[in-house]
């Protein structure tokens, strides 16, 4: 038996309300190049709009003219999709709370998540949508996923609740040290003073 092993997301397609509506939230408000529009090769009653959430992947939203926004949260059942979370710079994350409130969207304000600032509000559709921003960069060569990976693994091996500030710090020392050669033979911290 054999995985079929995946490479990151292709695209992610939602049902959507009417076409300008759906084009004035995701590039309108998210900032999402519009890069593609065709008919629902599936449903000849639908459009199919395509925009790049900022990675060069996809976010499609099937469109249909009847439809209008519906502000009642999308359910949260078993199996739904509770949220989609889009990235964010700090310095956009910051802005979120005065360009949300100018538009007189309701969201959440930011949230303190340890490893990274969050805030929530919903899309015309009422699916609940995150920005969120990381509260570091990964040393050179390794990725997100690899700091998250060996911060989890110090919060564990101190018995803290969750990971924050600390475990990331320590974590892109961990990592820098592992990956990067120095010529120094004692790498330990020292106090110069």
Request: hydrophobic share 35%; glycine share 8%.
């Amino acid at each position: 038996m054999r995985k079929l092993q995946s490479q990151g997301v292709h695209h992610i397609t939602l049902v959507g309300a009417d076409r300008q509506t759906s084009i004035d939230f995701w590039e309108g408000l998210l900032g999402m190049p519009f890069v593609f529009d065709q008919p629902n090769l599936d449903d000849p009653d639908e459009g199919h709009v395509y925009f790049d959430p900022g990675d060069g992947r996809l976010i499609t939203v099937f469109t249909n003219e009847s439809r209008k926004p519906q502000p009642n949260r999308t359910p949260t059942d078993p199996g739904c999709v509770h949220h989609l979370a889009f990235s964010v710079s700090q310095a956009t994350f910051w802005q979120a709370v005065e360009r949300l409130d100018e538009r007189g969207i309701r969201h959440s304000g930011p949230k303190d998540r340890g490893f990274m600032d969050s805030i929530y509000f919903k899309d015309p559709m009422g699916l609940l949508i995150e920005l969120a921003s990381y509260r570091f960069e990964p040393p050179e060569g390794c990725r997100h996923a690899d700091v998250m990976i060996e911060a989890h693994r110090i919060r564990v091996a101190r018995g803290d609740h969750h990971i924050d500030r600390i475990h990331l710090a320590d974590a892109i020392e961990a990592l820098t040290t592992r990956r990067h050669s120095s010529l120094s033979e004692d790498r330990s911290p020292k106090n110069p003073y």
